[in-house]
């Protein structure tokens, strides 16, 4: 099926049916959205990746139902102006939980990084020369500070 085949199916659906279809995915979205958030506020980061290709698969799908209800909002909003409204309160559901899950993941990257830039300062360190300088104090020289670290990510 040509993806114009795809769209004029969708289209042409009746009213309830497509705005059913709509809200299934978008309940279905925010669903998993929220495991996500979940499961980065617990710090399992493997498990929350692994809700990935759901949640693109998802997301595909809603963009395509809504995209379609945007083509036909003429028609709908007459033939079905309950189902519209509440597949507008589920958008806004879905707005916040992004709103929620974009701040977790920020949250967890500046974790990251602080423990990194941490890592690499305690690495820098151990690798310093200890020796006294002119006014006897242990010089402190930054050129020998840790340059760089690895990082394994296939963990």
């Known amino acids: 099926m040509t993806a114009a085949a795809r769209l004029a199916a969708l289209d042409s659906l009746p009213a309830d049916e497509l705005c059913r279809?709509?809200?299934?995915?978008?309940?279905?979205?925010?669903?998993?959205?929220?495991?996500?958030?979940?499961?980065?506020?617990?710090?399992?980061?493997?498990?929350?990746?692994?809700?990935?290709?759901?949640?693109?698969?998802?997301?595909?799908?809603?963009?395509?139902?809504?995209?379609s209800i945007q083509r036909q909002s003429l028609r709908l909003s007459t033939e079905a102006p309950g189902a519209i409204e509440r597949l507008r309160l589920g958008h806004e559901s879905l707005?916040?939980?992004?709103?929620?899950?974009?701040?977790?993941?920020?949250?967890?990257?500046?974790?990251?990084?602080?423990?990194?830039?941490?890592?690499?300062?305690?690495?820098?360190?151990q690798n310093k020369a200890k020796t006294y300088g002119r006014g006897g104090a242990i010089t402190t020289d930054s050129a020998t500070s840790a340059r760089g670290i690895a990082i394994n990510r296939a963990l």
């Open 95 to 125: 707005a916040t939980q992004m709103a929620e899950n974009l701040r977790v993941l920020a949250t967890a990257r500046m974790v990251t990084e602080d423990l990194l830039t941490d890592v690499a300062k305690i690495v820098g360190q």
């Open 21 to 67: 279809m709509a809200e299934s995915a978008l309940s279905a979205l925010v669903d998993v959205m929220n495991q996500e958030t979940t499961l980065l506020r617990a710090g399992h980061m493997r498990q929350a990746n692994a809700l990935t290709p759901e949640k693109t698969r998802l997301a595909q799908d809603y963009v395509g139902f809504a995209r």
